[in-house]
């Protein structure tokens, strides 16, 4: 990004909910001069949505105390967030506070988790932590459990997520996650998952025109296509520079902000063609750098599925050898020569395999989306059965299969995202017995949304 | 050494400090002038002191200072040019791994000061890495000791007058590089803070004063390995032409660098990963070092 021919200075700030979600929102941070803050004391400023979600509008209080309270707040730019305004945050509260109330022991908070310490001792001096008291553990030492929460404003997880860590040493004993966020509470109507706005949108015009038995001009359904495969892209994109920093990995963020730059857009349109060409070629250096040996290390074997994956969908599934992908069935994928991208070793490196392919077939099929939406007639009649216009929407997002139907076509949106409820069970089930970076990466790699997990 | 020396030293600490700085954000990509180094540096030194309710304020308030004062110390070690140098020992070398050596309690007296769990994990995690590497530090030291039959690090630039030790030890280099990134805190090694995995962690709760300590420690560090790895694998001062004191400067800047550089390029190392690296390659790696340096010094040097 150049502004006035030099590149911009780019400062830490806090990003709430995080920097995926803006991502998704249209608007690229590195143009506004920001970087992530790696911890909240590092942060130059704080950037929020106009109306906080109430969860979130705590964790925010906790982090500002730390980066300090003269610190500039900001709001970047529209969101489909609902909550309390960006001028009243501070009213709201603490989670610290909270917890304090509840007797769970005072800790100061930080920005990539809030720590309860030893929860069940509240109150006791920190030099208990590693107390010689308990159990011996399974490498023989005996140390008493720490209890911990990442979230819900974290580097490496969606902001809205909370991953509950149990902690003997370093090692994972107990892992849970959960969401502090409600479709219906914290966003807009018609918007269950405001991380995949365009998916949604997409879901919500069809459900109507099957309420009301149409079926959309086909011009209107190639455009469809080639903006949920554009979205696709910037969403495996954006996961993967949050993934990156998670990893520590400057080079692969970098050249995923490269990428996923010229996607960055208006969540009312889609990329243009040109904007399609520049990502595809930008793509190239993370393409070389997923293919490097070093890469491939850091990931295999890493967060490898414990449970049956049935119940997953979505990327998740597909790297867990079951080629599992709405778009298989549908008529106008089938135009594109659609195939599944499937790896079998459902573990961190075959979950980040899978987003890194998906995103160069959804670029190609995007362009090819727009061209023959171009191509066609305006008043084409469009193709029965096409993105699930037949009985329901029935639509392939980036995280997985979405069902959405409406009593009538101005009707509340019921919806269902497929394998979300299995993904949070094997993503925790994955991490437990794990190193704490190996627990944090392997949650990670499952691209969990807090949005369709349910509070 | 002059009376003047220590003002000499406090000089290159800060002037390097804030060259560093700025080359960091070069390397990163963050754009902007030196002057935003400062204001960043106004802009922390402007918060309050942080108190967190779990911390041990004694811990927590003096670990900075010890992390400075261990980088000062290393720094004062390196021999900037012939008649320059902070502290002039027969032992130098050693002395600069022991004062390397001082990272490691004021890094786990900041994360167990802070009290967080993720800072005291943190701290445990510097201290396994650098138990691990500590010793091939000292130990590469001993082996490009050895053709200059001298620990003091001015007689080992003086040795290299003809061929710089990186060709002739150059398995002492790759040991010597990741063991001095692990001990100056620099990605990938940088599992005590690990931005975005801790959020921070040994030093995610100073803010003010305590965190300018450890941003400048930080670049000072980096300064004094830099300065340390020029000087004993690139010939030091040596080069046509320029004055000295400028070749050991340019020399001392490709490092620093080169070591930002790499940075950016790895993936932080796993803990679990590096320690055992550390314990059965790059210990015996080093003590092959000393073996063939020792062999090599018997057949060229004498």
Do not use: C
Not at chain 2, 50 to 59: A, E, I, N, Q
Not at chain 2, 98 to 109: D, I, K, N, R, S
Not at chain 2, 115 to 127: K, Y
């Amino acid at each position: 990004v150049v502004l006035n021919g030099r590149r911009p200075r780019l400062e830490p700030a806090l990003v709430v909910p995080d920097e995926m979600s803006w991502t998704m929102w249209g608007t690229d941070l590195r143009e506004l001069g920001v970087v992530p803050a790696g911890s909240a004391t590092a942060a130059r400023s704080i950037l929020a949505p106009a109306h906080v979600p109430q969860a979130l509008a705590q964790a925010l209080n906790d982090a500002r105390r730390l980066a300090g309270d003269d610190v500039a707040v900001r709001s970047p730019g529209p969101s489909p967030l609902l909550g309390v305004r960006l001028e009243d945050v501070a009213e709201v509260g603490t989670i610290d506070a909270l917890r304090t109330e509840d007797g769970r022991g005072h800790h100061g908070p930080e920005m990539d988790g809030h720590d309860q310490g030893h929860g069940a001792h509240g109150g006791q001096d920190h030099h208990d932590m590693m107390a010689i008291v308990g159990e011996p553990s399974r490498d023989g030492l005996v140390m008493e459990a720490i209890d911990l929460e990442v979230g819900p404003l974290s580097g490496g997880l969606a902001g809205g997520l909370v991953l509950a860590l149990s902690l003997d040493g370093d090692v994972v004993e107990d892992a849970e996650v959960r969401a502090t966020l409600v479709a219906g509470r914290d966003a807009a109507p018609l918007m269950p998952d405001p991380l995949t706005p365009v998916t949604w949108r997409v879901a919500a015009d069809v459900a109507a025109e099957v309420a009301s038995g149409t079926v959309a001009r086909a011009r209107t359904q190639w455009e469809r296509l080639a903006a949920l495969e554009a979205e696709r892209a910037l969403s495996h994109l954006a996961w993967l520079r949050s993934f990156a920093r998670l990893l520590g990995w400057a080079e692969l963020a970098a050249a995923a902000q490269r990428a996923l730059a010229p996607l960055v857009h208006d969540t009312a349109g889609a990329p243009g063609d040109d904007r399609l060409q520049a990502a595809t070629r930008a793509l190239a250096p993370v393409l070389h750098l997923a293919g490097r040996a070093r890469f491939r290390r850091r990931l295999a074997g890493r967060g490898v599925l414990r449970d049956d994956p049935s119940g997953l969908s979505g990327p998740n599934a597909r790297a867990a050898a079951l080629a599992r992908d709405g778009r298989s069935a549908d008529p106008l994928y089938a135009e594109l020569a659609f195939a599944p991208v499937v790896r079998s070793g459902g573990d961190a490196l075959a979950r980040a395999s899978v987003r890194i392919e998906e995103t160069r077939a959804a670029l190609d099929l995007a362009v090819g989306a727009a061209g023959r939406a171009r191509a066609t007639d305006a008043a084409a009649s469009g193709t029965p059965g096409a993105l699930g216009s037949a009985a329901r929407a029935a639509i392939e997002g980036p995280r997985g299969r979405i069902l959405a139907s409406r009593a009538a076509p101005d009707a509340p949106l019921e919806a269902v995202a497929e394998g979300a409820p299995a993904a949070r069970v094997a993503a925790a089930a994955a991490a437990r017995g794990s190193e704490l970076s190996a627990a944090l990466v392997t949650v990670a790699s499952f691209d969990l949304s807090p949005w369709t997990l349910g509070a | 050494m002059s009376d003047l020396t220590p003002l000499a030293l406090l000089a290159l600490a800060l002037g390097g400090a804030f060259v560093l700085a700025w080359l960091e954000r070069v390397i990163a990509g963050a754009g902007a002038g030196p002057g935003v180094v400062v204001r960043d540096g106004l802009a922390t030194l402007r918060q309050p002191l942080s108190r967190p309710g779990t911390y041990d304020g004694w811990l927590f308030h003096l670990a900075p200072g010890l992390l400075l004062l261990a980088a000062v110390a290393a720094l004062a070690t390196v021999p900037w040019a012939p008649g320059f140098r902070g502290i002039d020992l027969e032992s130098g070398g050693i002395l600069f791994a022991a004062a390397l050596a001082y990272v490691t309690p004021a890094v786990f007296m900041a994360g167990w000061g802070a009290g967080a769990p993720l800072a005291v994990v943190g701290g445990f995690r510097f201290l396994a890495l650098m138990l691990g590497y500590a010793m091939p530090i000292a130990m590469v030291i001993t082996a490009v000791a050895a053709p200059a039959e001298s620990l003091r690090p001015a007689d080992i630039v003086e040795i290299q007058h003809a061929v710089p030790m990186a060709l002739v030890q150059p398995y002492s280099l790759a040991l010597w590089l990741p063991a001095v990134m692990a001990a100056a805190l620099l990605p990938p090694f940088d599992v005590a803070d690990a931005p975005g995995e801790l959020g921070g962690g040994v030093f995610s709760r100073y803010t003010g004063l305590d965190a300018a300590l450890v941003a400048l420690a930080r670049r000072v560090l980096l300064l004094a390995v830099a300065g340390m790895t020029a000087a004993l694998f690139l010939a030091g001062w040596h080069g046509p032409l320029l004055p000295d004191a400028v070749w050991m400067a340019l020399k001392t800047l490709a490092v620093a660098a080169l070591l930002l550089w790499a940075g950016r390029r790895f993936a932080r190392v796993e803990i679990d990963r590096v320690v055992s690296l550390a314990w059965k390659v790059a210990i015996p790696g080093a003590i092959g070092a000393i073996v063939l340096a020792g062999l090599t010094t018997l057949l060229f040097y004498r």
